[in-house]
């Protein structure tokens, strides 16, 4: 993982306090420490859980159940209903681990479809859609390049040899080609498509 997620990694958890997260950290040394404990437990999954299905959902609760073990005072005996605290940060931190080229949304502007309009412009240059599936929802298509918002939820996208795993919320420039989707089996996902438009005159219907 290059300096650069390190980076966003340990800036994330800081985030998480900021915004009311009572397990995550105000400081940076132990946003670092944090940091890189998430990643030696992120990669360490598939060695340590041969029998369990390696998604996303069960490494954000491994990941969970890592910091709570390493972070607790007194360990896990002691952390009760603070593993709700740590599963909420280990899923704001998980897009980071999962693909650098999986953006979270860290800005202070709340992301909405109202929002991701703004930032395309001009508006005529841009196809902008609004997309809310059901827990589980699982389907498969052909699309063109597109960058893909994820607003609430997670789920699954794979093109060719390629999947990437997002939690809300963030956002991924996605490649054209054929794609199967599917939303968490935990919850549902709403999500926001941008394609860029071709050139007058060289739009197709499909």
């Given at each position: 993982?290059?300096?650069?997620?390190?980076?966003?990694l340990?800036?994330?958890?800081?985030?998480?306090?900021?915004?009311g997260?009572?397990v995550?950290?105000?400081?940076?040394?132990?946003?670092?420490?944090?940091?890189?404990m998430?990643?030696?437990?992120w990669?360490s999954?598939?060695?340590?859980?041969?029998?369990?299905p390696?998604?996303?959902?069960?490494?954000?609760?491994?990941?969970?159940?890592?910091?709570?073990?390493?972070?607790?005072?007194?360990g896990?005996?002691?952390?009760?209903?603070?593993?709700?605290?740590?599963?909420?940060?280990?899923?704001?931190?998980?897009p980071?681990?999962?693909?650098?080229?999986?953006?979270v949304?860290d800005?202070?502007?709340?992301?909405?479809?109202k929002?991701?309009?703004?930032?395309h412009?001009?508006?005529n240059?841009?196809?902008?859609?609004?997309?809310?599936?059901?827990?589980?929802?699982?389907f498969?298509?052909?699309?063109?390049a597109?960058?893909?918002?994820?607003?609430?939820?997670s789920?699954?996208?794979?093109i060719g040899?390629?999947?990437?795993?997002?939690?809300?919320?963030?956002?991924?420039?996605?490649?054209?080609?054929?794609?199967q989707?599917?939303?968490?089996?935990n919850?549902?996902v709403?999500l926001?498509?941008?394609?860029?438009?071709?050139?007058?005159?060289?739009?197709?219907?499909?």
């Open positions: 993982m290059d300096p650069d997620t390190n980076d966003r340990a800036a994330r958890i800081l985030w998480s306090w900021q915004n997260c009572p995550a950290t105000r400081d940076a040394t132990s946003s670092a420490k944090m940091a890189a998430a990643r030696r437990r990669n999954y598939p060695r340590r859980n041969k029998n369990k390696d998604t996303t959902e069960n490494r954000i609760d491994d990941l969970a159940r890592g910091f709570a073990e390493t972070f607790t005072d007194g896990w005996a002691m952390v009760g209903p603070l593993i709700a605290d740590y599963r909420w940060l280990s899923e704001q931190i998980a980071l681990l999962m693909d650098s080229s999986v953006r949304w800005e202070p502007q709340e992301l909405t479809l929002h991701i309009q703004s930032l412009v001009p508006p240059q841009f196809r902008i859609t609004k997309h809310n599936y059901e827990t589980g929802a699982e498969s298509g052909s699309a063109r597109q960058r893909l918002y994820v607003l609430t939820g789920c699954r996208y794979q040899k390629s999947t990437w795993d997002l939690v809300a919320p963030c956002y991924v420039d996605l490649p054209d080609g054929e794609f989707f599917q939303a968490s089996d919850s549902g709403s926001v498509h941008v394609w860029k438009l071709p050139p007058l005159g060289q739009q197709t219907n499909d």
